[in-house]
């Protein structure tokens, strides 16, 4: 017996004293999750960094799906799609007593179908999703990008406070852990004067200004190079283009803009187009809102006729009839390196991508060639 016990301690020290068996008993769950957590690395898998990404598309529009989903798979990330509806699917109950009815029904229609993204993002629990419209556009290296993006938001945010809803909502997010909305793809923002914002020098994938968006928003009064990022705390924003929601986001927009409490209503103008509250939510401080400026992604058509591109404000057409107008594009909106202005050159395995304009410093660009940018805080424009 005794000789058993003996026998038994001696391989439970062998064992102990082998690296491998070390290691493992050294490094608890909880440690091998913070780590793994916090970094920006996690970014580079395929769902960005996030738990899902979901595009907003009419099942119609088989040729949008066509482009989101082609695009997706040559930057390596998985999108789910999410059906766009139109006036006639929505039930007339359903519209909020705040609801502005000068606007016109599709714009509802719009609204209620990123609503539905986000009752999604509630209903699955998920700590943070990506919502995109099917019209959006990427730069080629826009996992670098984000990563670059998540340690400029990352600095912003000082505190790491749980969520009361969903504890640890946001343990996994390379972004922070206190954040509602990232505003990826905008066509305009206010950033808080009052608050540092966060400057990343050098960026290769910034367009020159005079090839920026139509920015519906004045650009900010942040001191900001023509090469370099800015990444601020936002009051507004307009156009919905692609941004990033924490569940704590989803839970509060989704009360804001259907549940409607009646404070929030009185306190704040909830009846307009899905951006245009949401911006005002973020003015409100009811949700924390974080943007990069120039936005990091924009917007995409292929070539077709004029009228054909947008589901909003583009005409009806007519069903086995080619679709009237001038034909236009291929165009990117807003990015350097358009991942679907690019696409053919992917599937060739090319090493390099094109620009999506000829005036401009760099016309090509090799593949790889953009690394993950540091930066620093700024301090506020309008002192408190």
Known sequence: MLYAIGVLVIISLIFWSHPFASTRAAVSPDLQHTESSDHSNTITNTTLGVQKIFAISLPSRLDKRDN??????????????????TPDDINPKTYPFNWNYDHRPVEYAARRSHLNALQKTVHERLGSAIIMEDDADWDVSLKTQLQSFAIAVRALQPTDPPSHTHPNSHSKSPYGNDWDILWLGHCGIECNPSEPSFLTPNDPTIPPPHHFLPYRRDEPPQHRPNTSRLTCTITDGVCSLLYAVSLRGAQRILSALSANPSHLAADIDTGAQFDVSLGRLCGSGYIKCFAPYPALTGGYRPAEAKGKGSDIN????????????DVEGPFSHGVLFSTLMNMERLLRGEATVKA?????????????????????????VMKI
Do not use: K, N, Y
Not at 68 to 85: K, N, P, R, T
Not at 320 to 325: H, I, Q, T, V
């Open 68 to 85: 989101i989903v082609l695009g997706s798979s040559l930057s390596d990330f998985h999108v789910e799609f999410i059906d766009a509806i």
């Open 314 to 325: 583009g005409e009806e057409g007519e069903v086995g009839r080619p679709f009237g107008g």
């Open 356 to 380: 999506t304009w000829e005036d401009v410093d760099v016309v090509e660009m090799g593949l790889g060639d953009v690394e993950v940018l540091e930066g620093s805080i700024e301090s506020p």
